[in-house]
C-alpha cells in the first residue's frame, strides 16, 4: 500500500473513534435556498483540524452521506482534516443554491461555525477548503473560489465550470474534470465552460489542469481515483505546518498535452513547451492523470493493510466477530474475508442496495455518494464454538487481499453492575437486586464477558476501585444521578472510566435525581438523565415503537404494546454528539425517546433506557434483549445478526418470598 493509506492506518489505529456532527441552517429572509443540511465528520482524536475537505453534491443530489466515505475519510485522516458533506435543496432551480451569494455561502459559513462551537475546534471556523464538486456542487466550488480564494487549497470541479474567475483565483490549483460523452448533448455545455475556463486561463499562470474521462458522462465514475491523488498532493503541497495562510505551488512543475496525453518535467526540452498546457504539480501525480486520461482509471497495484480483530466473544451456539480497518484510498474496500482455524470461512460485505447490488462493504454511485453509508465490520458464525480461532483480511476494489489480521484477544470485557437496596417503593417495582441478576443471567453466556454485580450500600468505598477495574459500568438504582454526584472520588472514577473509552448504561431510577444540580454531570457521562422539578414520568399502556432498527441495540426487537412507567422529556445533550434514539412511546399525543445510545466524544459509548419500573417486564424478551445488547454496544463488543439468545427458565424471575 501507498504512504497515503500506511499514513491514515497508523492514524485509525492509534486514536479513539472519530465523531460525526450534524447541523441544519434555515434560509433568510431574501436567500433563495429552500433548506440546508450538513454532516462533518472528524478523525479520531484529532487534536487541531488543519482543513475541511468539502464534498458539494450536483443538483438533485443528496450528498450528506458524503461525510461517510471511507475512502475520503482515509485522505482526511492523513491530514487531520475535516470531511463534510451536504444536502441543499434549492426554492426553485438548482442556481439558488450554487450559487452561493443566494444563501448557501451564509449556511455553510454558519454550519462551520456551529461545528465549531458542538465539536470544540473553534479552529474549524477559519480553516482552509479543500473543495470538490459534481455538477451543481462544481459551479459552487468556482464560486467560492472567486469569494474566498486564499483560503481555498484546491478545487476539483467535475462536470461544471464557471468561465469568468478573479484574478486571485488562479493561484488555487483546478482540475476541470469531465466526461467523453458531455463533449455533446444534454451537457454539452460543460465541455464548452471548461474548455472556455482553462483556455482563457491557464495562458495567465493559472495552475489548473483538464483531465477528460474517456468512459463516462455526466456519472462521477470512477474520478475519485485521480481526485484523492490530487488533493493529497494539494494538502501536502499547501498546508502550513501552523496556522492558515496557505503556502504557494509552483508553476509549472509538470506538464502534460491535453490531447496526446504526453507529460513531461520542467526541464524538459522535448517538444514545443506551448503545446504542454496543463499544469501538473508532481511526476507521481502526472503519471496518475496521464493512465486516467488515456483509461478512465487509476490502477491500484497495492493491496489494502490487514484490519485489526478487535473482539471475538461465543454465544450459546454461534461465534461473533468484530473489527477494525482504514479503507485503501486508492480503490476503497470491496470485502473482507473471514479465516476460521486457519481455513477461509467466509465473505463479508455490506449491505446490498440499489447502488450496491452485490453487497460490496462501500462503493460510489452517480454522484460519488458511498452505499452503504456506514457499513458494519461484524460477522456471526453459526457453527462457532469456544476455542475457535478466526483472522480476518480486507480486500479492495482492485482484487487484491491484505494480510490477515491478528487473533482475536483473549480478555474479556468486564461489566460492573451496580444496584442499591430497597428505596421505598412498593414490591414487585424497582427490583434492583433481582433486576441485575436477571441481567447477569443474559450476559453469562456470551464468552469475552466477564460479569460482576455488587451492591453499593452507603458509602460505598470500594466503588471508585471497582469502577477503576471494569469496562462496562451499569448502574440500576435509586436517584443514581444524585448517587453518582454524591462523592468526588465516586464521581471521578466514573470520568476517568469515560476519558479511557469505556462504556456506561443505566436503566430506570438509576437516571434520576430530584435535584437539578447532579443532571449536568451525569448527561455528561450516560448522554440523559431524568431529573429535575420538571422531571417527567407516567405510567403507561402504550406502544413501543423500535426508532432505529439498524442500530445494533435493537437487532431482533421489534414493536411492542407495554404496560410501563417510563421517565420522558428526558435532558440530553446541547452540544456535542447526539444520542441516537433507539426506542420511543407514545405518551401523552407525544413520541418521547424512552431508550438511546450515545457514541461520546471520549471514544466511549453510553446507554441507557428509562424503563423497569415493574420488575414483571423483565420475563418479556425484548426487554432483556435490548438492555443485555445495550451492555454489549457500550463494551464494543459486536450482536448476533439475529439478536442476543435471552432465554431463561421461569425460576430466574421469581422474587424473595414477600414481594411477590
Known amino acids: 500500500m501507498t504512504r497515503l493509506a500506511v499514513a491514515a492506518l497508523l492514524l485509525l489505529a492509534a486514536r479513539a473513534p472519530a465523531a460525526t456532527f450534524e447541523v441544519s441552517v434555515p ?3 431574501g436567500e433563495k435556498y429552500k433548506s440546508a443540511d450538513f454532516r462533518l465528520w472528524l478523525p479520531d482524536g484529532v487534536k487541531t483540524v488543519r482543513a475541511v475537505i468539502v464534498r458539494q453534491h450536483g443538483c438533485g443530489r443528496n450528498g450528506i452521506d458524503h461525510a461517510d466515505d471511507l ?4 485522505l482526511a485522516a492523513k491530514y487531520d482534516a475535516a470531511l463534510l458533506g451536504s444536502w441543499l435543496v434549492p426554492g426553485k432551480e438548482c442556481k439558488d443554491w450554487f450559487d452561493p451569494a443566494n444563501g448557501s455561502e451564509r449556511a455553510f459559513l454558519e454550519a462551520l461555525k456551529t461545528f465549531a462551537e458542538k465539536s470544540k475546534h473553534p479552529e474549524l471556523a477559519d ?3 479543500a473543495i470538490w464538486g459534481h455538477s451543481g456542487g462544481s459551479m459552487w466550488a468556482c464560486h467560492m473560489t472567486n469569494r474566498h480564494p486564499a483560503r481555498v487549497v484546491a478545487v476539483w470541479a467535475r462536470s461544471q465550470a464557471l468561465t469568468e474567475y ?4 488562479l493561484a488555487v490549483p483546478i482540475v476541470f474534470n469531465y466526461g467523453e460523452g458531455e463533449k455533446t448533448g444534454r451537457f454539452e455545455s460543460v465541455h464548452k465552460n471548461s474548455q ?4 482563457t486561463y491557464r495562458p495567465k499562470g493559472a495552475v489548473w489542469a483538464l483531465a477528460v474521462d474517456p468512459k463516462s458522462s455526466h456519472d462521477c465514475r470512477n474520478s475519485r481515483q485521480l481526485a484523492i491523488p490530487f488533493f493529497d498532493a494539494m494538502l501536502a503541497a499547501r498546508l502550513p505546518k501552523d496556522g492558515v495562510k496557505l503556502k504557494p505551488v509552483r508553476d509549472p512543475a509538470w506538464r502534460a498535452h491535453p490531447e496526446t496525453f504526453d507529460i513531461q518535467s520542467l526541464f524538459s526540452s522535448d517538444g514545443d513547451p506551448k503545446d504542454y498546457t496543463v499544469w501538473l504539480i508532481d511526476g507521481d501525480f502526472a503519471k496518475k492523470w496521464q493512465e486516467y486520461c488515456k483509461t478512465g482509471e487509476v490502477t491500484d497495484t497495492t493491496p489494502p493493510d490487514a484490519p485489526r480483530l478487535v473482539a471475538s466473544g461465543y454465544g450459546r451456539d454461534n461465534s461473533i466477530l468484530s473489527w477494525t480497518a482504514a479503507a485503501d484510498p486508492e480503490s476503497g474496500l470491496k470485502q473482507f474475508v473471514v479465516y476460521k482455524n486457519g481455513q477461509k470461512l467466509t465473505e463479508v460485505g455490506g449491505e446490498v442496495t440499489k447502488g450496491n447490488p452485490k453487497g460490496f462493504v462501500q462503493v460510489w454511485n452517480y454522484g460519488d455518494e458511498p452505499e452503504p453509508r ?3 465490520f461484524v460477522y456471526t458464525d453459526p457453527a462457532g464454538k469456544q476455542g475457535d480461532k478466526y483472522e480476518v483480511s480486507a480486500v479492495n476494489h482492485a482484487g487484491m ?14 461489566v460492573l453492575l451496580v444496584a442499591s437496596p430497597p428505596d421505598g417503593h412498593a414490591p414487585t417495582t424497582h427490583e434492583y437486586v433481582a433486576g441485575l441478576d436477571i441481567l447477569a443471567r443474559c450476559l453469562k453466556p456470551v464468552t469475552g464477558v466477564e460479569v460482576t454485580a455488587v451492591n453499593a450500600e452507603g458509602a460505598w468505598k470500594d466503588g471508585p476501585d471497582l469502577v477503576g477495574r471494569a469496562d462496562v459500568v451499569v448502574l440500576f438504582l435509586t436517584e443514581g444521578a444524585k448517587w453518582l454526584s454524591a462523592d468526588e472520588k465516586r464521581l471521578a472514577a466514573f470520568r476517568e472510566l469515560a476519558k479511557r473509552g469505556g462504556g456506561l448504561a443505566v436503566i430506570h431510577w438509576g437516571m434520576g435525581t430530584k435535584d437539578a444540580e447532579p443532571i449536568a454531570p451525569f448527561v455528561n457521562l450516560f448522554g440523559g438523565c431524568h431529573g429535575g422539578p420538571d422531571r417527567k414520568f407516567q405510567v403507561v399502556e402504550t406502544t413501543l415503537a423500535v426508532a432505529d432498527p439498524k442500530h445494533p441495540v435493537t437487532t431482533g426487537i421489534a414493536d411492542l404494546k407495554v404496560r410501563e412507567e417510563f421517565y420522558y422529556r428526558l435532558k440530553f445533550p446541547k452540544a456535542g454528539p447526539a444520542v441516537t434514539p433507539l426506542l420511543r412511546a407514545e405518551i401523552d399525543g407525544a413520541k418521547e425517546t424512552v431508550a438511546w445510545a450515545w457514541d461520546r ?7 441507557g433506557f428509562s424503563g423497569l419500573h415493574f420488575h414483571e417486564n423483565w420475563k418479556r424478551p425484548e426487554y432483556r434483549r435490548l438492555v443485555a445488547q445495550g451492555v454489549l454496544w457500550a463494551a464494543k463488543l459486536p450482536v448476533p445478526e439475529k439478536g442476543l439468545p435471552v432465554e431463561l427458565p421461569d425460576a430466574a424471575f421469581e422474587l424473595p418470598k414477600g414481594k411477590k
Open 196 to 199: 472556455a475556463a482553462f483556455a
Open 27 to 29: 434560509p433568510k429572509d
Open 601 to 607: 466524544a471520549d471514544g466511549g459509548r453510553s446507554f
Open 166 to 169: 478573479v484574478p486571485a483565483a
Open 127 to 129: 480553516a482552509p477548503w
Open 374 to 376: 456506514t457499513p458494519l
Open 401 to 414: 487481499e491484505s494480510k490477515r489480521s491478528n487473533l482475536a484477544p483473549d480478555r474479556p470485557k468486564k
Open 71 to 74: 475512502q475520503w475519510q482515509a
